[in-house]
């Protein structure tokens, strides 16, 4: 890939501090031998049982380009019936049938998708407001009950972030620069809606979707929802002090599509890119929200009296990539959001949006102080939210009935955000900030065992002042994997130090993970920064002399133990 030379337009150039947006250049490249195998088990009394698909099509934007090739679907029996049509958004849905089925039924979905990210400077002069634009296009300015962009509150809030903006590439970056430091990343949040993001600052993919979705639209911005698929093989991107890895879970994901008169429909993923996604996503579904996009892999079924029981369903994903290439670089900019936020080059007029300054770092103690302390009270913090005891592959639902009395299961978003992080080559480690005074009884992490053998223990180190593992401080007790029990999804391990209960004065900390033998073990994460600084996540591999490479999620994690009053 060839150096890409950056040139902005800028509005504004006020004194400012520095955020976590990142300008980045360069592309992406791959062919990936794509297939997902669908299990489902009909329940008892089934009378006819449908599911539904949809097949992906090439798509072209200035940032990422889709090509998709061998599309196939085979099934283990063959169906009583198949139906394929176009939706009125243009999607090509499949729909099969059977009668009366009782046995297992294994859908094999195949293709190969010849993905690009091509990330050059982008020319947009696309005025705001918008004034014009064709017909199909204005379908996507509809308020949805997902999506309310007629809502009162919507409509304020959207007026307030774009005021002052001539372009529109403006007013899109005020509006998502708000979203990712308004919202945190929840798995299983209790509703999907704009409003309940709006209200609470909570939600998973379809969440930042639906609300940036909504803000776009209360102010003329045509914005559509996509659905599809992200895979799990990281990437990385230089920064000029070291690397981060990019990683995103393999599975269902929503994203969206904005659109700019003089560039056409271009992707947003408002969890954590502008104007792009990586290659590693397969657009598959458009709509005006989540409930509109519902078609792939819808389960539907009937059942004769007296049967309640619903399906159950296993969904893998394998994608192998058979080429490759990626030459990606970031510099991190001093305007944006706090959170972390990737753009390519843009010229265009536009405001940079000053982040607050960062908070003042806690005032640390003395060691002679905290031997004198009286640690009384009980303490414990971290990036505590997670979903416990959870089978990713199976975990479907809820049922709910159709206006035809049919029963269905949608698709849902849940998905394994975690790190195999044993093995042999690396060694991660997570940082936390400690704001008061406290004795250290117990780290606990967010784990699955999946077996091997060996022990796990904790290593507690000081911060350098550079963001990294420095002075080494403690290991916690060992954990023999035999007394690691099973669970069916992650839970929390408590690594042990209350034999020497250290003091620990207000600080940044680092956790870092050390074993022996083969465990195969994996730790949860959620996307973005939570809790923690955007260079808070770091490994190294056995060539490396220093922590220099980072992680674009933070590791779930509780530090517990006692404090003053």
Known sequence: MKKIFVFLIFACTANLTFGENYLINGGQESQINYQMVQKVVPASGTKKLTLSYVEPVTFSSPTYNQRITAFNLTFSQNPDKRKESL?????????VEWKDPVRPISTTISMTALNQTKLQQLQTSAPFPLTDFPGDVKDYLKA????????????????????????????VQKILTWVVDHMNYVLIPQSYNAMYSFETGKGNCQNYSHLSTALMRAVGIPARIVNGVTLKQPYEINTGTGSMTMRMAQGRH???????????????????????????????????????????????WTQSKGYEDQPQFE?????SFAGDRVNLAAQKQNYGPQKLMFYPPVAASFTKIAPPPPPKPPEPVSDQKLKTLQYQKPYMFGNLEFPQNIDFISTRGPAQQTTEGEMEMRKNFLVETAEYVTTRGNQYAQTFILKKPMQLGKIGLALHKFGGDGQLWIEIYKDDGQGRPGDYITTSEYMPLGMMKFSPGYTWFDFDFTKEMPALSPGRYWIAMGFTGSPIINWFFTYGKPVGPDDGTRYKTMFDETWSRSLSFEFNYRVVGMTTN
């Open 87 to 95: 939706d009125n958004r243009g999607n090509k849905v499949i729909v």
């Open 144 to 171: 949805t009950e997902q999506v309310p962009s007629n809502n009162s509150q919507m409509i304020s809030k959207a007026k307030q972030l774009t005021n002052g903006s001539k372009t529109e590439f403006d007013a």
């Open 254 to 300: 929503s994203w969206i599509e904005v659109y700019f008169p003089d560039l056409g429909w271009v992707p947003f993923d408002p969890q954590q890119t502008a104007l792009y996604v990586s290659n590693r996503f397969i657009r598959v579904e458009i709509g005006l929200d989540n409930n509109e996009t519902a078609n792939d892999g819808l389960i539907r």
């Open 315 to 319: 969904e893998m994903i394998d994608a």
